[in-house]
C-alpha cells in the first residue's frame, strides 16, 4: 500500500474561496499530481470537523459526487482535529480489504467566515459538557495541561515560546503556510494571553484550507508512478473526552498507545525517524507530543525545546518541518492529511527550501480534541 | 440557548458534587470566551481533587489573584453559569470558591 501523491491547497484567510471550492481544488489537484484521472479514484474518503455546526452543510459526500460526476462510495468522517488521521486510516483499512484499488483522501475546513467566539463556540463542541459549561475552551484545556507542566517540572513560560519559534521558523521556507514570518522569542513573550499561560502566539491559528492524497495497492499504479511511500503503521487510539477523568495532566495517554502500536507494527526504532510532524495546536502540545511518542523523556521537553535540536539542520530529528499547525495553519479537517503529506514530501525529496536530508523514515501524529483521540501514522520510502 | 431539558437532566450529576471540598492541581484564565461567557472574561477556571480523589473542573469566584495558586483549597457551590437570553431558564451547575 502507498502514497503516490499529495496536493495541499494554500492555507490561510482564502476569503474568495468556499468549503466546496476548496475540496474541488484538492481533488483536481492531487489527481494531477499523480497524473491520474476520476475514473480511476474508486472510493473517497472525507475529513471535516465544523461545516455541520458553523454552515448548516452537511452530506457532504453527496456534494462531493456533483463536484466529481461520478457514483463512488465517499465517507465523511469527523474526530475534532484528528479527522484528517481518521480519514487515512480508514482509507488504508479499505485497501487492506480491497485489493487493486484506488482512493483518495481529502481533508478540508473553511472556518474564517466566522467571528472568533463563533469559532471558539463550534470547536467547543468537540469538548465534555463539563467543560463547556465551565466555560473551558479548547486553549483553556491547553493551558490547563501547560500550567501542570510548567508547575511540576520547573519550566516558564518562555520554554514554550521555543516552539512557536522553530515552527515559524519552519514556516517561512513553506509557500503553503498561512504564516510565513519569522518570530523572536520576545514578540512571543509579549503577545497577549488567550488562556494563562497561554498566548496567541502559543496558539495555531484559525485557517481555511484542504489536502489531498492519494493511497493506492495497484501494483501496475506503483510502478508508474513518479513518487510512492509505503504506509509502514497507521494506529488509532482514545481516551476520556474530560480532561478531569485522566490519571495525570502532563501526558496524553492516547499519543503513548497509539504511537507504542504503530512503532511495534512498522518494525522499526524511534531512532529511525528522521521527520516528524507532531500535533502542535499550542506550543505545550508539541513538547508533549515528543515526550509521549518517545522521542524525548518525560519532564525534558521544556529543556530540550531550547536546544532547537529539532529545527531544521539540528543535531535531532526534524520536527514540524512544514511550520506545523502553528505556522502552517489549521484547517480542522485538513490537518491530519496535511501532516502525513508533508512526511511524503519530504521522503520523495520534494520539499524544497525544508528538505530534510537522509530521511527515510517518517511520522505524523494527529490528536484530536485535548486528546481524546490520536492517530499515529509511519511511513518509510 | 440551553434546552430546558438538557438542565434538568444535569442536575442530578451536580448534587454529587455540590458541598464537597478540594484543592486545584491547575488553573488557567481565559481570556478569549465563548458568546455565553463574553461578559464574564477574564475568569479563572480551576482543575480540582476533591476529597474522595475524584476530579473536576468549574470556574474559580469569590476569588482574589493571590488564591489562584496550585494547593488552594476550595469548596464547590451552586452559581450561574452561563449567560442566557431574558425568555430562557437559566442554568446553573458548579463552580468552586477559596476556602
Known amino acids: 500500500m502507498k502514497i503516490i501523491a499529495f496536493y495541499q491547497t494554500k492555507f490561510g484567510e482564502l476569503w474568495e474561496k468556499s468549503l466546496t471550492s476548496l475540496i474541488k481544488e484538492a481533488i483536481f489537484g492531487v489527481l494531477k499530481e499523480a497524473n491520474l484521472e476520476i475514473d480511476q479514484v474508486d472510493a473517497i474518503f472525507f475529513s471535516n470537523m465544523m461545516a455541520g455546526v458553523l454552515e448548516n452543510n452537511l452530506h457532504t459526500s453527496s456534494k462531493i459526487s456533483e463536484i466529481i460526476g461520478k457514483n463512488i462510495p465517499i465517507f465523511r468522517v469527523e474526530a475534532a482535529c484528528a479527522s484528517g488521521g481518521i480519514a487515512f486510516h480508514l482509507a488504508t483499512k479499505y485497501l487492506s480489504d480491497n485489493s487493486k484499488k484506488t482512493v483518495l483522501i481529502v481533508g478540508a475546513e473553511k472556518m474564517t467566515d466566522y467571528s472568533p467566539e463563533e469559532t471558539t463556540l463550534a470547536l467547543a463542541a468537540a469538548a465534555s459538557g463539563e467543560e463547556q459549561e465551565a466555560g473551558l475552551t479548547f486553549p483553556g484545556l491547553y493551558a490547563l495541561m501547560a500550567n501542570f507542566y510548567l508547575q511540576k517540572y520547573h519550566y516558564s513560560e518562555e520554554n514554550l515560546a521555543y516552539v512557536s519559534f522553530k515552527n515559524h521558523f519552519h514556516g517561512s521556507l513553506n509557500p503553503k503556510a498561512h504564516f510565513q514570518n519569522k518570530l523572536t522569542i520576545e514578540k512571543i513573550l509579549k503577545s497577549p494571553y488567550v488562556a494563562y499561560p497561554l498566548k496567541v502566539l502559543d496558539s495555531s491559528p484559525i485557517s481555511d484550507g484542504a489536502a489531498a492524497l492519494i493511497l493506492t495497492n495497484d501494483a501496475y499504479l506503483i510502478k508508474k508512478s513518479k513518487y510512492s511511500v509505503s504506509v509502514l503503521a497507521s494506529e488509532v487510539a482514545t481516551d476520556t473526552i474530560n480532561l478531569f477523568q485522566r490519571q495525570t495532566f502532563d501526558e496524553i495517554l492516547a499519543t503513548k498507545i497509539a504511537s507504542e502500536l504503530a512503532f511495534k507494527k512498522a518494525k522499526i526504532e524511534r531512532k529511525h525517524i528522521k521527520v516528524a510532524e507532531v500535533h502542535d495546536c499550542f506550543s505545550i502540545a508539541?513538547?508533549?507530543?515528543?515526550?509521549?511518542?518517545?522521542f524525548w523523556k518525560k519532564g525534558e521537553g521544556g529543556k530540550n525545546i531550547k536546544e532547537l535540536s529539532t529545527q531544521i539542520g539540528g543535531s535531532d530529528l526534524t520536527v514540524n518541518p512544514s511550520g506545523g499547525l502553528k505556522a502552517s495553519g489549521h484547517p480542522v479537517g485538513a490537518t491530519g492529511v496535511k501532516q502525513i503529506g508533508e512526511i511524503f514530501l519530504q521522503l520523495t525529496k520534494?520539499?524544497?527550501?525544508?528538505?530534510?536530508?537522509?530521511?527515510?523514515?517518517?511520522?505524523?501524529?494527529?490528536v484530536g480534541g485535548s486528546g481524546g483521540t490520536v492517530v499515529v501514522t509511519i511511513l518509510g520510502s | 440557548m440551553v434546552s430546558p431539558v438538557k438542565i434538568w437532566r444535569r442536575q442530578k450529576e451536580k448534587r454529587e458534587i455540590l458541598g464537597k471540598e478540594g484543592k486545584v492541581i491547575s488553573w488557567t484564565k481565559i481570556y478569549i470566551a465563548p458568546?455565553?461567557?463574553?461578559?464574564?472574561?477574564?475568569?479563572?477556571?480551576v482543575l480540582v481533587e476533591l476529597e474522595d480523589k475524584k476530579k473536576f473542573v468549574g470556574q474559580l469566584v469569590d476569588y482574589e489573584e493571590k488564591n489562584l495558586k496550585f494547593g488552594q483549597k476550595v469548596k464547590a457551590v451552586l452559581r450561574k453559569t452561563r449567560n442566557v437570553g431574558q425568555e430562557d431558564v437559566i442554568p446553573y451547575g458548579i463552580k468552586f470558591k477559596p476556602i
Open chain 1, 350 to 366: 520534494q520539499a524544497g527550501q525544508r528538505q530534510v536530508k537522509n530521511a527515510k523514515y517518517g511520522l505524523a501524529h494527529n
Open chain 1, 286 to 294: 508539541e513538547i508533549l507530543a515528543m515526550e509521549d511518542l518517545g
Open chain 2, 35 to 45: 458568546n455565553d461567557f463574553k461578559n464574564m472574561v477574564p475568569y479563572p477556571v
